[in-house]
């Protein structure tokens, strides 16, 4: 568990770096809310933990969010758990795979140091979908309900993905011996406040048949009440999927209203006159995210015509990656629509990434460099990424280069990208949408290290 800790305490160090840079820029408040030209102290921290094979750039829009209500940015942070995704069991030591008492390891350094960062007494603490069950064992079993002060779970499978006998060591089975014990007697925790958040039908983890899980057949004996708990504050948000009910505008108003006791006065993110963006990037091991920091990375930022995508002239930055793996600071135009170009450090891979324009200061801008693309001599791939939902035909307007995406089921919503095929006879413009947000990135067809990347924040 030292390596654990160690990491945890840098990758909060260069959060909190950051945001005391935003705070001497202007960017926010420091050490109070002023409202009314009334001073009131401090709120407490919140930590926003992230889901099974997620990081902590998913919560930029939550962030923000909780900002342009007036909540201080040197009291929000994300943190990013090392080796993501869960093991085969509960105890198994797999290469790039963690077990439930490694990512409670390193919840409780991040949550120590955030702690002594800010002098609070106690946090928030607020997770995604497994980074919720990370939450609950580290306050019941783990020494966290003297440091917490409420807990928000978002589509946490709180009594399983399944509940069947036979998997008694698999970590999101309700009938196993994890859940099983973190359910046995109160399922929530004396002293400390508990919310928990589900959709009312179309979060694929909460399904009574496998659907979700790629198997219709399957009966899960999980029902859309799976993620509520006994003696919580139970919120519906109807129409959610899985990832809505964390990072969606609804899901951050009921988070925003449980903390501090009142609704918020906008869902709107409210843009800055000063953005100034930073993050990690971090690559894959075993067929599966690392979220540590990747040294010698390269990252360059090019402003680009958002109608073409076309880059606007020589790059607006460049860096390369140290050994905390971040890429910043870069100080960004408002408005500016930009390509992030980000390249492997032995080159075997160079990712194009789109986005729309970053309306505010964010240290959570994280980049994963993906596997290398898999296109033919007469293709190329677009890959249009919406991680922070899911998509769902009928549901989901999603077009690459003006054809309806293909790969997305209907009913549930139960994927968060698909990749488009076009020709590679030359570099092209292609124009991806999501529901009412469009993005034009271009192609490199002439060489199979580039991946290009649509990444749409819709919601």
């Known amino acids: ?44 921290p919140i930590v926003f933990v992230h889901g099974n094979g997620d990081h902590a750039g998913l919560w930029d829009t939550n962030i923000w969010r909780f900002e342009s209500n007036g909540y201080p940015r040197d009291r929000l942070f994300a943190v990013d758990l090392p080796a993501p995704l869960a093991g085969s069991t509960i105890d198994a030591v797999e290469l790039n795979r963690s077990t439930p008492d490694d990512q409670v390891a390193a919840l409780s350094a991040f949550v120590t140091r955030v702690l002594l960062r800010t002098g609070a007494p106690k946090v928030v603490l607020v997770g995604s979908s497994r980074g919720g069950m990370t939450i609950r ?31 008694a060591r698999m970590e999101f089975n309700g009938a196993g011996d994890y859940l099983q014990r973190l359910n046995t007697g109160s399922e929530v925790v004396a002293g400390v406040r508990f919310l928990t958040l589900r959709s009312d039908s179309l979060d694929k983890y909460a399904q009574p048949t496998g659907v979700g899980l790629g198997n219709p057949a399957m009966v899960t004996n999980v029902t859309a009440e799976g993620p509520a708990l006994r003696g919580a504050t139970n919120v519906v948000i109807p129409g959610t999927d899985h990832r809505e009910i964390a990072f969606g505008a609804q899901a951050f108003a009921a988070q925003y209203r449980f903390v501090t006791g009142r609704p918020p006065q906008t869902l709107a993110i409210a843009p800055e006159s000063t953005v100034v963006l930073d993050g990690t990037v971090s690559g894959l091991l075993n067929n599966g995210p690392t979220n540590t920091p990747l040294i010698g990375a390269r990252v360059a930022v090019y402003a680009v015509d958002p109608r073409t995508g076309v880059r606007d002239g020589v790059p607006r930055y460049a860096a390369a990656t140290g050994a905390d793996g971040r890429w910043g600071p870069f100080r960004s135009t408002l408005g500016a629509w930009y390509e992030f170009e980000v390249t492997a450090p032995d080159s075997s891979v160079i990712m194009h990434l789109y986005r729309s324009p970053i309306l505010r200061s964010s240290g959570v801008i994280n980049f994963r460099l993906p596997a290398p693309s898999r296109g033919t001599r007469d293709s190329v791939g677009v890959l249009l990424v919406r991680p922070r939902g899911y998509l769902g035909s009928g549901r989901d307007t999603v077009t690459i280069d003006g054809t309806p995406a293909r790969g997305i089921p209907r009913g549930i919503p139960t994927v968060d990208r698909v ?13 991806t949408h999501v529901n009412g947000e469009r993005l034009a990135v271009r192609t490199h067809p002439r060489d199979r290290r580039h991946v290009v990347v649509a990444e749409f924040q819709h919601e």
Not at 1 to 25: C, N
Not at 148 to 158: K, L, M, R
């Open 137 to 167: 064992q580290y306050v019941r079993f783990g020494g966290g309900a003297a440091h917490v002060e409420a807990v928000v779970t978002c589509g946490t499978p709180n009594h399983g993905v399944m509940a069947v006998a036979g998997m």
């Open 1 to 44: 568990m030292p390596q654990v800790f160690a990491l945890a305490v840098a990758l909060l160090g260069a959060d909190a770096l950051l945001s005391e840079r935003a705070a001497a820029q202007g960017a926010g408040p420091s050490r109070a809310v002023v409202r009314n030209s009334r001073t009131v102290s401090a709120p407490p």
């Open 419 to 431: 990749t488009g095929w076009v020709p590679a006879d030359s570099a092209r413009t292609v124009i």
